[in-house]
Structure formats: structure tokens, C-alpha cells
């Protein structure tokens, strides 16, 4: 036989604080030595826990309770007649309950961790995409230096045959006016040659 005060460890006249200590501690205790215990009995225990301090808890809920153990002073942890609805809707909610969290805590927990694989693989696609462009920008950096290169050296070939070109023309129009002036100077030699001849008397023998 057990009261509410003796099921979770205090003193009947504990403040709400130290009731609400010793649900936290007698339930952590429960749950720590039946971890793995999800028969109907260790179900029970759990509810049994959390129905005592719903009761004294509520200060007018434990007024009653108190008027009503009277002398008394106990009742049975177990005792259907105090808690009729534990065997049907109380342990379907806990065990539902239970299931739905732990449900929700592996959906989480893979959410999470798809998450984190996409922050990862778009971390690692954008590192890619942006090494993949600092690679073309400093080919198409390159190509423009060697185009750039290549039109200046036309260029300078272009204006080198030009200036080439210029002198080849200008040396050829100053061997032509040497040339003329030659042949201009070779006639009037043989021009003066000429009448020197014509000049020189003819001697008759």
C-alpha cells in the first residue's frame, strides 16, 4: 500500500516544487532501470507516476485527495478503482503518444541529415562551378593575350612589309631618275663627240 506522496518520494507536506522533483526523479529512475520495458505493467507504473502528480500538483486536486485518504493515508499503486481508465485510454495515449514522438524525432532527424547532405553537396557543387570559372576565365584570359600578341605581330609585319615597300619603291624611282640621267648624259657626250668630229678639218693629200 502506497500513497501519491510515498509513490513519487515526498513528504505530504512538500511544496510543489519538491513534488514536481520527485515525479522528474522517480520517473527518471523508472525509466532508466525498464529502458526497454514496453509491457503493459511498466506502461502502467509510468502512467501511475504522472497520475500522482496530476493530482498533487493541482492544489485543489490535492486538496481533495487529502480529505478524501483521511485516515487512511494509502492507497494501492495498482488499484484499478482509482484509476479505471488506465488499462484502455491512457495506455493506448501513452503508447500512441510515444510512437508519434519517436516518429517525429526520426523524421527529424532525417531531415537533418538530408539537409546537411545538401548544404554539403551544394557547397561542393558550388566550390566545383567556381573553380570550373576561375579555370575558363583564365583561358579565355590567356587566348585574349595570345589573339592580342598575334594581331600586334601582324600588325608590325603589316607595317614592316609596308615600310619595306616604301623604301623599295623609292629606291626604285632613284635608280630610274639615275638611269635617266645616265642615258641623258651618255647622249649629250656622244652629242659633243659628234661635232667634235665635225669639227676637224679634212686634210687632203
Partial sequence: MA?????????????????ELGYKQSLRKLTESAEHDDS?????HVRVLK???????????????????????????????????????LFAAVLIAGG???????????????????????????????????QRLEE???L????????EQIRRDSQLSHEKYVQFQAQAKRDKEMEERMAIRKSQEQT???????????RRH
Fill in 3 to 19: 500513497t501519491l506522496y510515498e509513490i513519487l518520494g515526498v513528504d505530504k507536506l512538500a511544496t510543489s516544487a519538491q513534488i
Fill in 192 to 202: 659633243e663627240a659628234w661635232k667634235r668630229a665635225l669639227a676637224i678639218p679634212i
Fill in 100 to 134: 508519434l514522438a519517436y516518429h517525429r524525432v526520426q523524421l527529424n532527424n532525417q531531415r537533418i541529415e538530408q539537409e546537411a547532405a545538401q548544404a554539403k553537396a551544394a557547397k561542393e557543387q558550388a566550390e566545383k562551378e567556381a573553380l570550373a570559372a576561375k
Fill in 40 to 44: 503493459e505493467e511498466g506502461l502502467l
Fill in 144 to 151: 585574349a593575350e595570345a589573339r592580342r600578341w598575334e594581331t
Fill in 51 to 89: 497520475e500522482a502528480y496530476t493530482v498533487l500538483s493541482s492544489p485543489s486536486r490535492r486538496q481533495n485527495y487529502d480529505e478524501k485518504l483521511g485516515g487512511t493515508h494509502s492507497v494501492r499503486a495498482d488499484d484499478r478503482s482509482s484509476f479505471p481508465w488506465i488499462k484502455m485510454t
Fill in 140 to 142: 579565355e584570359k590567356q
